[in-house]
């Protein structure tokens, strides 16, 4: 099954692809490497899920939140590879960063939200290394931001 029809058999709808705020471009692909700058968490009507994680948001919030990068990441794959994630051969790595209190100590079943996407929709293609790091602030006041590096066919 190709990717874009497991999206579809999960009822997953991609967000658009945003242009970048700054002076910095959205995706890059150097050889076969396709890096995606971070993405930060908008839900499904384009709002962002703000806040500080063992405060305003509990773990299951914040795993939805890093679901929300994750869509994004792979909408911001999508574009980079004219809309055929066919080119995606393999999800190498995802940089999760969590807005979070000094004593939350669950990044890593935050940063699930993303990782477990990835498998959902690439399967082995999916399995990635990570790191999941608290922060004490992000942009715009988003509970996450993930970047992330796939290699391409």
Do not use: W
Not at 44 to 56: H, M, P, T
Not at 99 to 127: C, H, R, W, Y
């Amino acid at each position: 099954m190709s990717f874009d029809k497991k999206i579809a058999a999960l009822g997953i709808h991609l967000p658009e692809a945003k242009a970048p705020v700054g002076n910095y471009v959205a995706t890059k692909i150097i050889g076969k490497l396709l890096y995606i700058s971070g993405q930060i968490s908008i839900d499904e009507k384009g709002e962002l899920i703000k806040g500080k994680v063992g405060k305003d948001l509990d773990t299951d919030k914040a795993y939805l939140a890093a679901k929300r990068c994750g869509l994004s990441i792979i909408a911001q794959a999508k574009k980079a590879c004219n809309e055929d994630l066919s080119k995606i051969k393999s999800c190498i790595k995802l940089t999760g960063f969590v807005n979070s209190t000094e004593d939350f100590i669950e990044q890593p079943k935050v940063i699930n939200g993303a990782s477990d996407l990835m498998v959902d929709i690439f399967g082995d293609v999916g399995m990635h290394t990570r790191a999941a790091v608290s922060t004490n602030s992000l942009p715009l006041g988003v509970a996450v931001e993930i970047d992330a590096i796939f290699e391409l066919n």
